[in-house]
C-alpha cells in the first residue's frame, strides 16, 4: 500500500542547533515529494517540492531536502535552527502519474526548540 | 495575492444547527479543497471541486454539504453535526486539478460542536 512514514513524532534541538527531519514513502515508482509546516493554529504552507532533476532541493525559511531513490527517503534539513522554526511538519506525496493526484501526508513531527 | 481566506475562524454550534465555512482565493486557482485536521494529525481530504465542479467526494457524511458557487468561492455547509466533527477545517487551492501537490493553504476554520 501507499505511505508516507515519519519515524519521529515528537523532536527538540536547541536554537542554533542542526535539524534533520526523517521521511520515508513507499511506492513504486518516484512520487512527486513535499514537505509542509504548520505553525500553531494555522493552516499548511509549502516548504519545499522534489519532481526530478536535482536530488538536493532548497526551500523556504533555510530548509533543504535531499530525495534519496535507494532509501526512498525525503529528509528535511537545516544547518541552524531559529525558535520560530517551531511548529508541526508534514513529509507528503503525490502519485506523479495521476491526474487527480492526492496530496497524502505523513503522521507529522512535531519540532520543539529549546533556547 | 497569495492568500486563501477562511471565515470565520471560529465556530461554535449545536449538534441542530446550520452553518457555513467559507473560503475564497483570488489567484486564478481552478481548484479548490477541503480538509479536515484532527489535533495532532494530519489534514484528512474531503472534497476537491475542479471548475468549480466536484470531482472528489472521499466517502464524508451527507452533514457536510459543500459548494461552489464560483471559481474563487468555496463553502462548506455544516447542518446536523456530532461532537465528533469538532476540528479544524482546512482550505486549499491549486492551479489545477492536476495535483502536483502544491496547494495553498488557507488558516482554517476551527470548529466545535457541543
Known amino acids: 500500500a501507499q505511505s508516507v512514514t515519519q519515524p519521529d513524532i515528537h523532536i527538540t534541538v536547541s536554537e542554533g542547533a542542526s535539524l534533520e527531519l526523517r521521511c520515508n514513502y513507499s511506492y513504486g515508482a518516484t512520487p512527486y515529494l513535499f514537505w509542509y509546516v504548520q505553525s500553531p493554529g494555522q493552516g499548511l504552507q509549502l516548504l519545499l517540492k522534489?519532481?526530478?532533476?536535482?536530488?538536493l532541493v532548497q526551500g523556504i525559511k533555510g530548509f533543504e531536502a535531499e530525495f534519496k531513490r535507494s532509501q526512498s527517503s525525503f529528509n528535511l534539513r537545516k544547518p541552524s535552527v531559529h525558535w520560530s522554526d517551531a511548529a508541526e511538519y508534514f513529509c507528503a506525496v503525490v502519485l506523479g502519474s495521476s491526474n487527480t493526484g492526492k496530496l497524502i501526508f505523513g503522521q507529522g513531527t512535531t519540532l520543539q526548540v529549546k533556547p | 495575492d497569495t492568500e486563501v481566506t477562511q471565515t470565520p475562524k471560529h465556530l461554535v454550534m449545536g449538534m441542530t444547527n446550520k452553518k457555513s465555512l467559507k473560503c475564497e482565493q483570488h489567484?486564478?486557482?481552478?481548484?479548490m479543497y477541503w480538509y479536515k485536521q484532527k489535533a495532532k494529525k494530519p489534514p484528512e481530504l474531503m472534497f476537491v471541486?475542479?471548475?468549480?465542479?466536484?470531482?472528489i467526494n472521499e466517502s464524508v457524511p451527507s452533514r457536510f454539504s459543500p459548494e461552489c458557487p464560483n471559481s474563487s468561492l468555496l463553502n462548506l455547509h455544516l447542518h446536523a453535526l456530532q461532537p465528533e466533527d469538532s476540528a479544524l477545517y482546512l482550505c486549499a487551492s491549486s492551479k489545477t486539478e492536476r495535483n502536483t501537490g502544491e496547494l495553498f493553504f488557507g488558516e482554517g476554520s476551527r470548529l466545535t460542536v457541543l
Open positions: 471541486y475542479s471548475y468549480e465542479k466536484l470531482s
Open positions: 522534489y519532481f526530478s532533476g536535482d536530488t
Open positions: 489567484m486564478g486557482h481552478r481548484a
